[in-house]
């Protein structure tokens, strides 16, 4: 108990000490607004005065009297500090504080007269403006600083900003403080006035809304801010974007010396009144964007997930807090290059008198997020305005304190004991809508968070002029630590006029669009969980489940030896009388047809519907697979094909010769390298071999159109190494440890084994089994 009540009080003078330290400065910033109050005044009643006494009784109302209260509250709790022992009281000091929280009222009732009242003199009178442009403040004692500048307008905000600082203050203190100490109840009293006091301030003062007044003389409210990627001269830079009432801002922060109140740096602002949104014919000037091949994008996500399971392991054994520290450093510096380099969706704002800007962003449904905040303001009166530099920068010094985003969205400004969102795979169908007012086309996307920021995972069909569409389609997406899913509803454009150049640039119109957050356990049931968004008088519905990766990783043999999915290759080879199983040849044969040239073909998801009635067709080896195939939707085929190879009962390199895969792709000398791993393909089964190489060639064939399909050879790798590669269920045992660490070192490695044979230079069969003599079979 003892021991306990030491630390109580330690507690309180540390909470004490800091409290004084501020105290300190906000005693040099009264006086600093003080000092030019004098010679102001002395001027008043010559022949040149610069203010009237009665502007300057306005702007500095009450400040002297506040100044005082403060000075000796200070002197007084000063020495006690210093002193400090257990028997040290002076929550009588704060109870009288609070008591004369009084004369704060009527600085806060003049508040924004005294602001209006130095705006309009500053701009009438330069002298006062150069005045009231820079403040000297005085440094704390023990500071190198001497002075800083600070403006009038920031300095008038100081008192507001200080009575929620005490009230913060004596909330740490009474939790510091026993309940039988002289002091508690003093305390509590002070803690009662202050809250209350703060709660009848008139709201629009209330420094967690807006201090901020309009051209029109309203209150500037902040409506929504957050992070965006701005195309700036060529470079990608991140910007905090702040929407207010009537105007756009687009800010930076400042990097600030450590301990530094962080600051915002206005780069632009466009008056809502000025701004209109492009349509795409206007934007036809608009630059270039350069986007970053998704294997680089995917590359980045491994690494992260890497580092991620090494953060885990020093955790878990109790590392050191300077490598978890280091391991972090490298995390955040890895994420916010994706965060930079991912978003690809083009958001075109023009200012009516000039200048356009461009962001980039990673989802549809957060453009017209922000596309809606905007229009739903311009619906108001607004009117044009320029601020001036006084104005932009009490503005801008704002954004600091309204923000509602406060980090970077990158996984590594989480606390440890945040969600880390589910890994594995989310089963979604997507049944109908209704509420639609007339007839149209229609679809629905469906986006998850990864990695910090929204990507678009599937698409359903377009529904022709329906008001009550019925796609009832299955989408399997994969889920990287994600947290919410969210469905967008569109209208179908088949105007060729409006197809626009930027092939980033989505020119269909939203019908609506909601969000769920993805709640493990409600997620997790074996059962599908149906649900229905509601979104602008529209319901879709839908259904879900989630498969956590370890379960869906399973490679289970058929129990009915006489179909092709799950039954070993050799088997379907021997019954075929074919050297590649059939199902393999049809589906690479149509999607070298019609799919080629399909953007994300082999990594969009085909429906999960479909996928089953190929699989049940071609299990049952039915004659009608060829009207079948040249109908359905090519995405599906594709997934069909990846599906085969995922349900092989052991993968198609041979759970034998995994771990010598692995060890071939690791070695660093290129030509044992290029003799391992070529002998690992000699020691493959013949079926399995001649099906590998088969697939190889088609693979490279579909990389080769990758600038129009989006796949390259890296992406096809990450697609289809683990699928290939991945042991089956005794072997995998030992490889899989967390359900988080799904970028694990060993799918790494079998996205690097696929993707050096497909590398490689044209690998023949007969050539390979020619150049057996030369080696030892043993592997």
């Known amino acids: ?48 005065p610069v203010l009237t006494l009665q502007q300057i009784e306005t702007i500095f109302y009450k400040i002297q009297d506040i100044y005082e209260i403060h000075k000796e509250f200070y002197d007084s709790l000063c020495p006690k500090v210093q002193q400090w022992d257990s028997n040290v009281t002076m929550g009588h000091l704060f109870q009288k504080l609070a008591s004369q929280l009084g004369v704060y009222k009527a600085f806060v009732d003049n508040y924004k007269i005294a602001l209006e009242t130095a705006e309009k003199c500053s701009q009438s009178n330069y002298q006062f403006q150069k005045i009231s442009e820079e403040l000297k403040v005085k440094g704390p004692k023990d500071s190198k600083e001497s002075h800083t500048s600070v403006t009038m307008e920031a300095l008038l905000y100081k008192p507001i900003d200080r009575v929620t600082r005490s009230t913060l203050v004596l909330h740490d203190l009474l939790k510091h403080t026993p ?49 965006l990627v701005e195309l700036s001269e060529g470079s990608r830079k991140l910007r905090h974007v702040f929407l207010f009432t009537d105007v756009l801002l687009c800010a930076k922060l400042k990097k600030t010396a450590v301990g530094k109140h962080q600051q915002y740096d206005c780069k632009w602002y466009v008056p809502l009144a000025d701004l209109v949104f492009p349509s795409p014919e206007e934007s036809e000037h608009c630059p270039q964007v350069h986007v970053i091949p998704d294997h680089e994008l995917e590359d980045m996500k491994m690494k992260i997930s890497a580092i991620k399971s090494e953060v885990q392991k020093e955790k878990a054994n109790k590392g050191q807090s300077r490598a978890i520290e280091r391991l972090k450093k490298k995390m955040f510096e890895n994420e916010f290059w994706l965060l930079l380099n991912s978003p ?95 007839s149209a086309n229609l679809y629905c996307t469906l986006e998850v968070d990864s990695f910090g920021y929204f990507v678009s995972k599937a698409k359903t069909r377009v529904f022709r002029d329906t008001t009550e569409p019925q796609w009832n389609e299955e989408f399997e997406i994969e889920l990287e630590g994600s947290q919410s899913l969210r469905i967008l509803c569109y209208e179908k454009c088949y105007d060729k006029t409006k197809i626009n150049k930027d092939n980033n640039e989505i020119v269909d119109k939203i019908m609506g669009k909601g969000q769920i957050q993805l ?5 997790q049931t074996k059962n599908w969980h149906m649900d229905v968004i509601e979104m602008n008088g529209i319901k879709v519905e839908f259904s879900m489940k989630f498969t956590s990766r370890d379960m869906s990783l399973k490679r289970t043999p058929s129990k009915k030896q006489t179909g092709v999915f799950g039954v070993k290759i ?16 049809q589906c690479i044969e149509e999607v070298e047809k019609r799919g080629i040239e399909e953007v994300g073909i082999y990594r969009i998801s085909g429906v999960a519907t479909d996928i089953q009635a190929l699989k049940a067709v071609f299990d049952a080896n039915n004659k009608d697979i060829l009207v079948m ?56 089964p013949d079926p399995n071999l001649i099906t590998f190489l088969f697939l190889l060639e088609h693979l490279k064939r579909v990389a080769e159109k990758e600038p129009i399909n989006k796949m390259s050879l890296h992406n096809l790798a990450t697609v289809f190494g683990p699928t290939l590669l991945r042991p089956s269920e005794g072997e995998s045992k030992a490889h899989l440890t967390l359900a988080s660490d799904i970028w694990s070192h060993d799918v790494m490695a079998q996205v690097q084994v696929l993707l050096y044979y497909l590398q490689h230079p044209p690998i023949s069969f007969t050539e390979l089994k020619r150049n057996t003599l030369y080696f030892s079979t043993d592997v």
């Open 629 to 684: 195939l040249s109908d359905m939707d090519i995405n599906a085929i594709a997934g069909t094909l990846k599906l085969y190879f995922r349900e092989l009962p052991e993968p198609l390199l041979t759970d034998r010769l995994y771990p010598a895969f692995m060890e071939g792709i690791a070695l660093s000398d290129p030509a044992a390298k290029e003799n391992c791993m070529m002998h690992l393909l000699r020691s493959l």
């Open 1 to 48: 108990g003892e021991r306990d009540a030491g630390k109580g009080l330690e507690m309180r003078k540390l909470v004490l000490s800091g409290f004084l330290a501020s105290e300190e400065i906000y005693i040099n910033q009264l006086e600093a607004l003080l000092l030019p109050m004098k010679p102001l005044k002395a001027t008043a009643t010559t022949s040149q």
């Open 179 to 227: 309940a039988d100490h002289p002091d508690y109840p003093l305390l509590q009293d002070a803690l009662r006035i202050s809250q209350n006091f703060l709660s009848s301030i008139n709201e629009d003062i209330d420094p967690r809304r807006t201090a901020v007044t309009t051209p029109k003389g309203e209150t500037r409210q902040l409506v929504k801010d957050g992070f």
């Open 344 to 438: 690809a969706i083009p958001f075109r704002i023009h200012n009516r008198n000039g200048k356009s800007y461009l962001f980039l962003l990673s989802s549809d449904y957060e453009r017209s997020e922000w596309r809606e905040a905007i229009q739903k303001l311009q619906k108001k009166d607004l009117q044009a305005f320029v601020l001036s530099s006084v104005e932009l920068q009490v503005l801008t010094g704002s954004c600091f304190k309204l923000r509602t985003v406060h980090n970077i969205p990158v996984t590594s400004n989480k606390d440890d004991d945040e969600s880390p969102g589910l890994y594995g795979f989310l089963h979604v169908i997507v049944h109908s809508a209704k509420g639609f007012k007339q």
């Open 570 to 585: 050799s088997v379907v080879t021997k019954r075929e009388r074919s050297k590649v199983p059939y199902i393999v040849r």
């Open 519 to 523: 709640d493990p356990q409600a997620v």
